[in-house]
């Protein structure tokens, strides 16, 4: 079931109560995996399922000036089709800018793009590792796709999988995703891809070619935001945005946690809100409401405080555990420092879903890498992607002969590296876009196809 209620006016919509993982497990079409005996992942789901069996409540709410927000609302996706112990559901806002293509492409798109990059057959725990990387060339993929369009708009994207008490943020732009937990502690599971606020962006975007300067006006006297340039953007990382520079880039922030046996609230909004209101007063001024009401006082309240000057979207998702927890005293305080004190950009961290146990009260992080090198984003879980590696592109998945597959390891068509035999592999137009992507190479001219 897709819900999509165009942001014009004030919608306003919500969602009904949904379990998630319920009723007597099917095996499907489930494929065997190469390595774990089918039975084996069978009983493990399970054993996770029952441990895992949140309720998940949507509301959403919105103002329009420019038409260019959207969201995206699936509940009812699977890892194996036909098995419904597979569950998972999908969570997005796309903010457009300069025209609503970019954002409805990949509204449209961007889903079966993550999913094509995952390897078949993988067992829960198997596909909640792989999907980090997955949600990396997805969004590549769709954005190559999208600039074969002739478009010339962009979209900031916030992308949420919530598979029982695992949650995976992916995002580009400045669209941000915060979690409240049941103790209290608000945390922030993206990163803004602003160039005013993005000291580390703006020197990527400055060491692949691009110029990042305010406007001038005839004066002289420099006004708004910091923006790159050519092209004048003010986000360093969107989907499309074809006008603008390859240094604009769609490679997400991926973060992955696991929620306590206590469930948490998740809120996406785009910049209107977020413009307006802090993460700790947005989360704070909705506490105690349903998610319907919830996404429209967060909404009612960033208008109140700033007026109505720009799309002002937010979806709320209340993930509910399936039973009560009486939570002692002296467990309400353990996670809340430790919660918070979310690690750097760029450092990476794995923690294997399986081995994270459900806590009473803490938020634990299982990944967390916004590097915006695929060399270093689509390198991780060889025991996963390896064989595929082979016959795949990384970012588009089409079939390669041996002769046509170039190693992400190889360098540029200009420079040569140590091991450039290795997979992963990408196509020549992929291995194209990634170069020009670093700044190793111009597009001006060159078609991308
Ligand atoms: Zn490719």
């Known amino acids: ?43 493990r789901e399970v054993r996770g399922a029952k441990l895992e069996i949140p309720n998940i ?6 103002q329009a000036r420019k038409g260019e927000d959207f969201t995206f609302i699936k509940l009812d996706c699977q890892r194996r089709q036909g098995d419904e112990f597979s569950t998972f559901g999908v969570f997005a806002i796309f903010d457009g800018h300069n025209g609503v293509a970019a954002a409805i492409y990949s509204k449209e ?15 829960r725990d198997e596909w909640l590792v792989a999907l980090p990387r997955a949600l990396v060339a997805g969004f590549v993929k769709a954005d190559k796709e999208f600039r074969k369009q002739g478009e010339t708009s962009g979209t900031t994207v916030t992308f949420v999988v919530v598979d029982g008490l695992t949650v995976t943020v992916a995002s580009v732009g400045d669209s941000r995703c915060i979690l409240d937990s049941y103790d209290g502690v608000v945390s922030t599971l993206t990163e803004d891809h602003r160039l ?24 002289g006297a420099e006004i708004g935001p910091l923006r790159c340039w050519p092209g ?29 046996a206590t469930g948490g609230r998740l809120i996406l909004a785009s910049d209107g809100v977020w413009d307006s209101l802090s993460s700790e007063r947005a989360a704070k001024c909705c506490r105690g409401l349903t998610a319907e009401l919830a996404a429209r006082q967060i909404v ?11 799309d002002t979207t937010c979806l709320v998702v209340d993930v509910i555990a399936p039973v009560k927890f009486s939570v002692p005293a002296d467990k309400k305080e353990s996670g809340i420092l430790k919660a918070l004190k979310f690690r750097k950009r760029s450092q990476q961290l794995r923690t294997r879903p399986g081995t994270a146990h459900v806590d009473f009260g803490k938020v634990v992080e299982l990944f967390e890498e916004g590097s915006a090198r695929l060399s270093e984003r689509l390198t991780s879980e060889p025991e996963i992607f390896g064989d595929q590696g082979l016959f795949n592109c990384a970012i588009c998945q089409t079939n390669l002969s041996v002769s046509e597959g170039i190693s992400l390891r190889a360098g540029s068509f200009f420079s040569v590296s140590a091991s450039p035999w290795e997979g992963p592999f990408l196509c020549p137009s992929c291995k194209l876009k990634k170069d020009a992507m670093e700044g190793k190479l111009t597009l001006h001219g060159v078609e991308v196809a």
């Open 1 to 43: 079931m897709v819900v999509y209620e165009p942001p014009s006016g004030s919608t306003m919509t919500s969602q009904a109560p949904h379990r998630m993982l319920s009723g007597k497990q099917s095996h499907g079409q489930t494929k065997t995996h190469n390595m774990v005996p089918l039975i084996l992942l069978l009983n």
């Open 57 to 62: 409540l949507t509301g959403q709410a919105s």
């Open 109 to 123: 798109n961007l889903l079966n793009d993550v999913m094509c990059a995952i390897p078949p057959g993988l067992g």
């Open 196 to 219: 005013e606020v993005n000291e580390a962006e703006r020197e990527r975007v400055t060491a692949s070619g691009g110029e990042v300067s305010r406007l001038s006006t005839v004066g």
């Open 232 to 260: 004048g953007l003010c986000l360093s990382r969107s989907i499309g945005d074809t006008d603008v520079g390859e240094f604009i880039v769609p490679v997400p922030f991926v973060k992955q946690i696991k929620l306590p």
């Open 300 to 310: 009612k309240e960033a208008l109140r405080t700033k007026g109505l000057r720009d």
